[in-house]
């Protein structure tokens, strides 16, 4: 057990859309960090939180947004879902504002556009 | 924009044969972090390379990371069927400071 929670474990939605993927990091961490993992594709880097901020952006789409609350868990807006958006979607934590530490994964949210 | 590349996509091995994937990134990179990634699972913390030219082990496993910080390998003595998954590196780029994976390598090995 990595100690980040995510949920739901499972998503499935129609095309056009909204969901919402909330995380909860590690214990004590204040960065948080999406990646998207499509069908035999690696991780995608998505954005990056610290401490409530947005540090790092990633290859993340407009349609996407995220944030981060003051308890420190985020959450993952997609909007307009396409069948392509259907995907793993892992959150990470760790205790550091650089990426130059161990990152902690969530078990991941796995989305299905139909 | 950064790019980190690995090979092979895919391996299999006969147990007890050793297996190594290759890291490449674009750029010169701050330091390198490896994952292993179960079937149905989520990326695990394998080790991070800072260092020019450092070399790390882990029981069977040896870690290398080159002299320029640009690749960097995993290799894995005699495997197991316990070594099944997938491998991915991860540079973090000394500007943008992201972590950037590779696509991984899939590594099955047969009893």
């Known amino acids: 057990d990595s100690g980040v929670t995510q949920t739901p474990k499972h998503l499935i939605t129609a095309t056009g859309q909204r969901v919402t993927l909330r995380c909860s990091p590690r214990s004590g961490d204040l960065s948080v960090y999406w990646y998207q993992q499509s069908l035999d594709q690696g991780l995608q880097f998505l954005i990056q939180y610290y401490n409530g901020e947005e540090r790092a952006k990633g290859n993340i789409l407009e349609r996407f947004s995220a944030q981060q609350f003051p308890d420190l868990h985020s959450e993952l807006n997609l909007s307009s879902l396409e069948l392509g958006d259907s995907a793993l979607y892992f959150c990470a934590s760790s205790g550091s504002q650089g990426m130059n530490t161990e990152a902690f994964f969530g078990q991941g949210t796995r989305l299905t556009v139909v | 924009g950064q790019q980190v590349m690995q090979i092979p996509q895919y391996q299999h091995v006969q147990e007890g044969e050793d297996f190594t994937t290759y890291c490449n990134s674009s750029?010169?990179?701050?330091?390198i972090q490896w994952y292993k990634q179960r079937p149905g699972g989520h990326p695990v913390f394998l080790i991070q390379l800072v260092k020019s030219g450092e070399v790390k082990k882990q029981k069977r496993l040896t870690f290398q990371f080159g002299e320029a910080k640009k690749n960097s390998s995993l290799h894995i003595t005699a495997t197991q069927t316990t070594d099944v998954g997938t491998y991915f590196c991860a540079g973090v780029h000394p500007r943008t400071g992201k972590l950037i994976f590779g696509q991984g390598t899939t590594l099955q090995v047969k009893p």
């Open positions: 750029t010169t990179l701050s330091n």
